[in-house]
């Protein structure tokens, strides 16, 4: 069978997200919990127009699927994803606050570290099977971390709490199983909002006035929020998460490309040696599933 919509949908979704900070940019002058307030928000209701307008049979059908668990599943369905709300929060906002505040290669580094950490927590937490190179390749992760730490700890630390607020949220997601991606997106989104209305106060001290300020907003929310979810939910259809998690490092490579190219970060030589390792980290912690796509592919052109 032929997969390449698939590929293309999964490739067209991570280089979206790649751009992502070219415009997040444009919106340095506001804080961090002004963008995220009105991302959220303004994506809420995108989700709502696209459940109610072209999910209500799959709604419908989650609703019965919901009523069929028991007590115990429906309390820790309910748990989990109001757990993967909170973390989604926190996630955007770290990655809004540092690409606006700090830097693009520490929001870079993030997504690089983000699926050995995943892989660890899994094995912590789900009791997921590593191999010996998976477990040398986090050997590798750990002396790169430790010279970006030695080139900046604060960085370093922003880094890890984006990582792990996403790697948890992945983490949350494999145990909520058996339910619509999006439409639970959409519950998470909706309680990151309901989260972000009980600490407004805190975030925004004066509501944005710009009408280019929400126009950049909308984009935002439909370009680079829910569009390109769309097409990573698609690829998944017909490929599997190892390969989406392979296809996910197109995101970083392209955020460090900006970071260099256009905003003209500047690299010393203990980060780009920590660049180096965490890279070959990288192709050891997935070499089995580098020759798993690579045969898929071969067998999706023939």
């Known amino acids: 069978m032929n997969n390449q919509k698939h590929y293309a949908a999964a490739v067209s979704a991570f280089v979206i997200w790649g751009f992502f900070p070219l415009l997040l940019r444009k919106l340095v002058e506001y804080s961090s919990g002004e963008i995220l307030y009105f991302r959220i928000l303004f994506s809420s209701l ?26 115990k599943k429906k309390w820790g369905t309910v748990i989990l994803t109001l757990i993967g709300g909170a973390l989604l929060t926190i996630n955007w906002l770290t990655f809004i606050y540092i690409v606006n505040n700090v830097n693009i290669k520490t929001a870079s580094f993030s997504y690089l570290i983000c699926p050995v950490i995943t892989a660890i927590l899994g094995y912590l937490l789900l009791k997921e099977k590593m191999t010996v190179l998976q477990w040398i390749a986090v050997a590798f992760c750990a002396i790169s971390c430790v010279l970006m730490g030695y080139n900046s700890a604060l960085e370093l630390g922003y880094s890890f709490l984006t990582a792990v607020t996403y790697a948890l949220y992945l983490i949350t997601q494999r145990r909520n199983q058996g339910f619509d991606r999006m439409i639970m997106l959409g519950f998470q989104v909706l309680f990151s909002f309901l989260l972000l209305n009980a600490i407004f106060p805190y975030l925004i001290h004066k509501v944005p006035t710009d009408l280019n300020f929400y126009l950049i907003i909308t984009v935002i929310a ?67 599933n580098l020759k798993k796509m690579q045969a898929s592919f071969g067998a999706s052109n023939a």
């Open 46 to 71: 995108v989700l709502l127009i696209v459940i109610f307008g072209f999910k209500r049979k799959d709604l419908q059908a989650q609703r019965a699927f919901f009523n069929s668990l028991d007590s």
């Open 222 to 288: 439909i370009v680079f929020t829910v569009f390109p979810l769309f097409l990573n939910l698609f690829a998944l259809n017909k490929i599997n998460s190892a390969t989406i998690g392979i296809l996910m490092y197109i995101n970083p490579l392209i955020n460090y490309s900006i970071a260099f190219i256009v905003f003209e970060e500047d690299i010393n030589v203990i980060q780009l040696v920590g660049y180096s390792i965490i890279f070959v980290a990288l192709i050891l912690f997935n070499y089995p």
